[in-house]
């Protein structure tokens, strides 16, 4: 079965590492009228027709230039400019409203926009050095920043656990799935449990703790199952599946208003009914749910 999620990762590029501080390279490529450039304002893209707008070079603005990678015959690239275009401009989106898009089967780039977005959102948010204060400049490509004093930052990924848990004979009528709902979401939706791996953690237990903290839930076998970017705004989204050793909730209430088991019987059920919303088709939350259901379900949020 191939998961939804794994979409937006297909045909990744070649990030051109080597190339970022050859100015005589991005010289070039940047004249040839066959590169492309997704125009960024501060940490969002303005839509044209349905899809994203890449342009030729000398279509796009004054700008930063960031050097993306090489994919598909051609050199990408992003320019960011201000973020007051997009304030004073309509029709500019952040990366999460233009999933849609980038889950169509007919777009390409969806890894080039990840790679794009989730440097523009690391420049936007460090400005300044975290050592000494200096004011930081971009460099190689604006793949790392550096101040006055030589002190050097590079973009940062967080490692963020999600997670089905199960409960009971795996593959039998009766076996659970364990999901959750946050309070401000809207009546019937529910989703995979996640969060953030702490300093001195492993991945494993840090499912464990997660798991534990919010619904009272107690996993012990754990399982890897894939991942995903996730750059809202700098995460790396590592899915596993947990096997529950108690089945009593107890929910936080602090980051959870509800959680409850679901067989898929039931689930099947209330998805068709439209009571249960489940994460949409891109995410790795629903390759997660779909994989423990054994097939495809209808609805999503």
């Not at 890449?54 to 796009?60: G, L």
């Not at 015959?73 to 980038?102: H, K, N």
């Not at 709902?181 to 464990?208: H, I, K, M, N, Q």
């Not at 980051?255 to 249960?276: I, Y």
């Amino acid at each position: 079965m191939t998961y939804q999620h794994e979409r937006l990762s297909a045909g990744a590029h070649d990030r051109a590492g080597v190339h970022r501080a050859d100015d005589a390279w991005l010289e070039e490529k940047w004249a040839d009228p066959e590169s492309r450039v997704l125009v960024v304002s501060g940490t969002r893209v303005k839509p044209h027709e349905g899809s994203l707008d890449w342009v030729a070079p000398a279509e796009a603005p004054e700008g930063l230039r960031v050097l993306l990678g090489e994919h598909d015959g051609r050199t990408w690239f992003a320019v960011i400019v201000d973020a007051e275009v997009s304030r004073t401009d309509g029709g500019w989106a952040p990366l999460r409203g233009l999933l849609p898009f980038l889950a169509d089967d007919t777009l390409a780039g969806a890894p080039l926009v990840f790679h794009a977005l989730g440097l523009a959102e690391w420049l936007w948010v460090t400005r300044f050095c975290p050592r000494c204060g200096e004011p930081l400049q971009p460099r190689s490509s604006a793949h790392e920043l550096v101040c006055a004093n030589g002190h050097t930052q590079f973009p940062r990924t967080d490692p963020a656990v999600i997670m089905v848990v199960t409960s009971g004979e795996p593959g039998s009528e009766d076996e659970r799935c364990l999901l959750g709902r946050g309070a401000t979401w809207p009546e019937g939706r529910y989703s995979t449990l996640a969060g953030f791996c702490e300093p001195g953690e492993t991945l494993e237990d840090a499912v464990r703790r997660e798991v534990r903290e919010e619904s009272g839930i107690e996993v012990g076998a754990v399982e890897y199952f894939g991942n995903q970017p996730w750059p809202l705004p700098a995460s790396l989204m590592l899915g596993f599946i947990g096997r529950a050793v108690s089945t009593d909730i107890e929910v936080d209430h602090h980051e959870l208003e509800d959680a409850r088991w679901f067989t898929r019987a039931e689930m099947k059920s209330l998805a068709e009914a439209g009571t249960l919303l489940l994460p949409r088709g891109v995410s790795i939350s629903r390759s997660l749910v779909e994989h423990w259901y054994g097939g495809e379900l209808p609805g999503q949020w």
